[in-house]
């Protein structure tokens, strides 16, 4: 995270990983967010996704935009079902119809866990939002009560997401046959948090290994700008 990784460098990387996952050596995390991958960068890692080479891949404030969701998503709809289970694009730049294709395509590829929020490193990183309006809520909303899926959390903080846009999830998450625990932004009123969590009252929450509890960001601690906003 954070090595001044770009596109070029990016390419290289997946390509050693593919040699590797071809000799049988399984790759489990992937951790090149906060740096400026930008969209082209979005193609090696698409590679990556589609291939099925990766169980977990966390790609935020990297500058992706629409454009490099677009591919990733894409790039879901090709990977083998359940190997992807995390992933994760935090502060991207991410449009609300981007975002919307996004999280269909994590249903139907198996995704347990996809992170639409916002990095706590944001503002230092100036790394932009994503965002989800009253039309991709509703299309959210729609995706996960249409069919099972695996997607069991998603992020939806910081997105500028408010009440009305939540009770979008809230007027079909009672009827969905897999429960989603949501993680919503203090724009939200108290009382949509509280019925959305009491459908998925029964889920765990998502573990967190030590190896990715142990990664930590300098810019996390570091002195924000004047004009800088704090991220959570």
Known sequence: ?????????????????????????????????????????????????????????????????????????????????????????????????????????????????????????????????????????TDIAHTLASAEHRLTHLVLAHTGMRSREAHRLLDTAPRAATATRFVLGQSIATSVKRRLDALSAHLPMPSVPADVAAVRSVHRTAPLRSDSRAGP
Do not use: W
């Open 1 to 137: 995270m954070q090595t001044g990784l770009d596109a070029t460098g990016a390419v290289v990387l997946v390509d050693a990983l593919l040699a590797a996952t071809e000799n049988g050596r399984r790759v489990e995390r992937l951790f090149v967010g906060g740096n400026p991958l930008g969209a082209a960068g979005a193609v090696p890692l698409s590679a990556l996704i589609a291939e099925g080479a990766v169980d977990e891949l966390y790609a935020s404030a990297a500058g992706l935009g629409d454009a490099g969701a677009l591919r990733l998503a894409d790039a879901l709809a090709r990977a083998p079902h359940g190997r992807l289970t995390r992933l994760s694009v935090a502060s991207n730049g991410i449009g609300p119809g981007a975002a919307a294709r996004l999280v269909a395509a994590a249903t139907e590829a198996g995704v347990t866990l996809l992170d639409l929020g916002r990095v706590r490193a944001a503002a230092v990183l100036g790394a932009a939002d994503n965002r989800v309006d009253l039309a991709a809520a």
